[in-house]
């Protein structure tokens, strides 16, 4: 039943995003040609255009087809989703103008096909978080539910079973457990659903009840047994999904990658090693820095004048970070300190009442004024506005024997915020902590990731309390 409604939603998805795209069309038309908000000279008629706007949704659709745009997206994240429609609308209008040009259709307004497409994109992501936001709440209910099996009443099994109800909306319900040496669960773990038979039944209880997906939780030395399993689920028309044994040291999202035909599992995927994703971060970051320079000018050019009038030395300090894979840059702040020998500010932590601060450098830091120079570091490429904080090679050397997984920060460009700074983690707080945010920020980036850590910085984090 479940696969049928799958089906039966698909077709759905389909149906109604072509006619979205019809209806956007229109609109697009009436702002066009019919509002009187923008000048036009029409010379082709509704016809035309509505040829051209029926030619653009059928592609779209079979670009979204192609892409897997349609395919069930109960698991994916709807940012994800965004950036699919994004690929899906870029490749389709692409086509488009393509076709508008091997038609030698040269009097289709080019201002009207910019409207289409910027409503187009626009009205699919609201129609589409939209549906997403309806299914999470038919889930939570108890609609549209896909029951699971999972074998192995083990730790793994079990910290899958704990992870699967924290996320009611995803409208997964557990069956029960198959496992070879436990009956029942322990007190502990009597909360969660029964064992309900031993692995070599599966066959029989995939025969009596409707599973749609079969987890596979077993230790490493049930690897025999596996081959059966996949077969008999094959049979069933259930699918078949691998937890690893050694599943806690992976991150998040591993993904299988290729290597001489053979299929491996990449421990460390990090969006930004795609060539598209990183175009995209380093296209923002410039834009984003040459406008955060213009606006905050007036601000640098009173911290100048303040650091001049209260403390002498150099106005801007200058020191030595590591930053994208481990080679250092120099990192550009306003000075908040009195002057001192550089292997003091190289090797000592900053902490609350630092008598080296200037009393301006203090309310400097409070306000994060002192960073602002570093959106130069964004320009010249040393630097991201979003990304993990750089630190100094010294604590680098401390940190990497101390700190788990520290080094991996470095597999991208340091930021000016962060995702563990919007969550307080400034100044003299746990670097343990730290790191955890970090590694979450890497593995999970996104372009809307970036925003969201931006909006939360200008919010919440320009003055922060443990920026010492």
Known sequence: MIRQNQR????????????????????????????????????????????????????????????????????????????????????????????????????????FLGIFLAMNVASLIVYRYAVKMSLFRMRRKGFNKKFVLILGAGSIGRSFYESLQQHPELGYEVYGFLDDFQEAHSAEHR????????????????RRNEIDEVIIALPLDAHGKYADIINVCDNAGAKTLIIPD??????????????????????????????????????????????????????????????????PGPVIFRQERMGLDRRTFPMYKFRTMHVSDASVSDTQWTVENDPRRTRFGSFLRRTSIDELPQFFNVLVGDMSVVGPRPERPYFVEQFKDEIP??????????????????????????IQDRIVHD??????????????????????????????
């Not at 609109?27 to 010379?43: E, M, Q, T, V």
């Not at 997984?405 to 400034?426: C, E, F, S």
């Open 191 to 206: 909360h969660m659903k029964p064992v309900v038979g031993k692995v070599g039944e599966l066959a029989d209880v995939l």
């Open 439 to 468: 590694l979450f920020y890497i593995e999970n980036w996104s372009f809307l990731f970036d925003l969201k850590i931006i909006g939360k910085t200008i919010v919440k984090g320009l003055v922060n309390k443990n920026a010492y």
């Open 405 to 430: 997984k520290y080094m991996v920060k470095h597999h991208i460009r340091p930021g000016i915020t962060g995702w563990a700074q919007t969550n307080g983690l400034r100044g003299d707080t746990s």
């Open 246 to 311: 050694f599943f806690d040291l992976l991150p998040a999202r591993p993904f299988f990658d290729n290597f001489a035909g053979i299929p491996l599992i990449n421990v460390r995927d990090i969006p930004l090693d795609e060539l598209s994703n990183r175009l995209l971060k380093r296209t923002f970051d410039i834009a984003f820095s040459l406008v955060a320079i213009a606006v905050t000018l007036p601000v640098m050019l009173l911290a100048w004048i303040g650091i001049k009038l209260t403390s």
């Open 8 to 111: 039966f939603l698909t077709q759905i998805y389909v149906i109604t995003d072509a006619a979205f795209m019809l209806c956007v069309f229109l609109a697009a038309y009436w702002i066009k040609f019919r509002s009187g908000w923008l000048p036009f000279d029409n010379a082709l008629g509704f016809s035309r255009y509505l040829l051209w706007g029926t030619v653009y949704s059928f592609a779209a659709i079979l670009v979204g087809l192609y892409a897997g745009f349609y395919a069930p997206r109960r698991r994916t994240s709807f940012s994800m989703d965004i950036l699919k429609m994004l690929q899906v609308h870029a490749v389709s209008f692409l086509g488009l103008l393509s076709m508008l040009y091997v038609a030698k259709e040269v009097h289709i307004s080019r201002e």
